[in-house]
């Protein structure tokens, strides 16, 4: 055979002897969470041994580890920046954060502002020269009316006799029925109701009178060449009563109606002067062709305070109760 077996034994144990030895170190480096430590398998080659990977040598008290790369120090630092949780504010730095004081809003103080007009309710800014000139333009036409031609419209009935209460004197008047397809006449009818609308504070009406006379009308009381009343119907089927002192309408009752009385309006200076009486009078006559109206076929739509007074003296009924009631009916688009 040669050789002894143990020639070969030491032959075999010699060449391992001349091997170089990979040195293997354990380094442990603090983490920033207390209480803990991670390590790094470091070879002298420069390469990190991938965790789980086992040793081929356990040599312990070697040189420090300096087999780093400084990219693998960066690398290293940034995984540790990403696990360091954030520090709260010492007590220095939070006495040092500003205070926030409870803030009050401030209010430009201006003698400049709007005002609302007692006598025709119409809010300007009084400073404004144009916002003055339209207050006094509304406001004249909310006492004294608005101009009208005598060319308007169709004449219903004229040298109605009417006693000026703010003049002492007799007047004479005429009913002009609005013709919806003359554009003159629509807009002045319009400029009026808007003003009737801002004085008793009413939304738009619903314009059922520019569709035709089987929809609606509105007629016009004229003095010296000034509308100074108006009254707009529109046709309706049915209406409830209302109480009158209590301005609640009666549960599950439904009345007849023919027309409804949308708006009426006089001018300031010429109330109390029977002008709402005359155009109350004349929707009787002319609203429906070829049909005179009784009262009780008449509603009205959302009497105010002086239209409860009128629809009181108008057509209303006085319940075995002793209370006041009167049609009304609710306006539709």
């Known amino acids: 055979m040669g050789k002894e077996l143990g020639d070969l034994i030491a032959e075999n144990s010699v060449k391992d002897n001349s091997l170089p030895k990979r040195k293997i170190e354990l380094v442990e480096e603090e983490d920033q969470t207390p209480n803990k430590k991670f390590s790094k398998n470091v070879n002298t080659n420069n390469y990190v041994t991938p965790p789980g990977s086992s040793s081929t040598s356990s040599e312990a008290g070697s040189s420090p580890a300096r087999s ?162 108006i009254l707009s119907i529109e046709r309706v089927n049915k209406g409830e009563w209302l109480i009158l002192d209590s301005g609640k309408v009666v549960p599950g009752q439904q009345i007849p109606l023919l027309i409804g009385i949308s708006r009426i309006y006089v001018v300031r200076n010429y109330r109390r002067s029977k002008i709402a009486s005359s155009l109350l009078n004349c929707c009787l006559q002319h609203s429906v062709y070829g049909i005179s109206l009784k009262k009780l076929d008449v509603g009205w739509s959302q009497p105010s305070e002086f239209g409860a007074k009128l629809s009181k003296s108008f057509n209303a009924v006085k319940h075995k109760s002793g209370k006041w009631l009167v049609p009304v009916y609710i306006e539709t688009s």
């Open 68 to 229: 780093f790369t400084l990219k693998q120090k960066h690398q290293q630092q940034a995984a540790l920046s990403q696990k360091l949780p954030l520090k709260e504010p010492t007590a220095r730095a939070a006495s040092t954060l500003p205070f926030r004081k409870n803030l009050v809003q401030s209010h430009f103080n201006s003698p400049n502002q709007r005002v609302t007009c007692t006598l025709c309710n119409m809010s300007y800014l009084a400073h404004l020269k144009t916002d003055n000139n339209t207050h006094n333009k509304f406001h004249q036409r909310s006492l004294n009316g608005r101009e009208w031609s005598t060319k308007w419209g169709k004449k219903i009935q004229d040298n109605i006799k009417i006693f000026n209460t703010q003049k002492n004197v007799y007047e004479l008047g005429t009913i002009f029925e609005v013709n919806p397809k003359d554009k003159a006449q629509v807009n002045a009818t319009k400029e009026l109701l808007k003003l009737v609308n801002v004085e008793l504070n009413a939304p738009e009406d619903t314009g059922c009178w520019l569709k035709g006379p089987d929809y609606g009308k509105v007629f016009i009381f004229e003095i010296n060449k000034r509308a100074i009343g």
